[in-house]
């Protein structure tokens, strides 16, 4: 059971538009910047958004997060198949004094 | 430009114990923490530590209190994990990754496959 609340998949056609939902609590997501993790077949994760809603280089504007209260949202647009991956999201949890991830979302490009 | 490298992978019998090695390049060792993930086969990511280049300092996740040593080499600048007394369950691929300063992993070593098997 992870810390954080992730939908297990999610899916959408090429072009179109996708959001990821992150819930979690006052001790992690309510008081912590989250980051946001990209995750391809066989392959280290790779950070797509820090600080909630900062892209490091190199990663395109399809990809922007977002943070209200206790949940954050990765949103995607115009979706193509190489973005068929797990997604993450994960921050510092002040009560835990851990890092803690979601379970993780499967995205499919249908 | 930042890459960790991690050492190779290992098979372990039940009750052994396992060390993996990360050698970071592209930054000064000691000046960014070094957390260790784990995923099982199809599981997600499971944080395991962390541990000051520079100081030694270390913290663990309660699971792996008593199991866990986060050792670092600032000689070689080289950070590694062990964990011992393996079961089946510590299958895994385990990651070091750069700590960003805010509490959460920002680049990754490419992973390390541990199979504990007898």
């Known amino acids: 059971q992870s810390v954080l609340t992730q939908p297990p998949s999610v899916s959408a056609a090429p072009g179109q538009k996708v959001s990821i939902s992150c819930s979690g609590g006052?001790?992690?997501?309510?008081?912590?910047?989250v980051s946001w993790y990209q995750q391809l077949p066989g392959t280290a994760p790779k950070l797509l958004i820090h600080d909630n809603n900062k892209r490091p280089s190199g990663i395109p504007d399809r990809f922007s997060g977002s943070k209200s209260g206790t949940s954050v949202t990765l949103d995607i647009t115009g979706l193509r198949t190489g973005d068929e991956a797990d997604y993450y999201c994960g921050t510092w949890d002040s009560s835990l004094s851990a890092v803690v991830f979601g379970g993780g979302t499967k995205l499919t490009v249908l | 430009q930042v890459q960790l490298v991690q050492s190779g992978a290992e098979v372990k019998e039940p009750g052994a114990s396992v060390k993996v090695s990360c050698k970071p390049s592209g930054y000064t060792f000691t000046t960014y923490d070094i957390n260790w993930v784990r995923q099982a086969t199809g599981q997600g990511l499971e944080w395991m530590g962390w541990m000051n280049p520079n100081n030694g300092n270390r913290a663990y996740a309660q699971k792996f209190q008593g199991r866990v040593t986060m050792t670092r080499s600032t000689s070689i600048g080289t950070a590694y994990m062990e964990l011992s007394s393996l079961t089946s369950e510590d299958s895994a691929v385990y990651y070091c990754?750069?700590?960003?300063?805010?509490?959460?992993?920002?680049?990754w070593g490419q992973g390390t496959l541990v199979t504990v098997s007898s």
């Open positions: 990754a750069r700590d960003s300063g805010n509490g959460s992993p920002d680049y």
């Open positions: 006052s001790s992690n997501i309510g008081r912590n910047d």
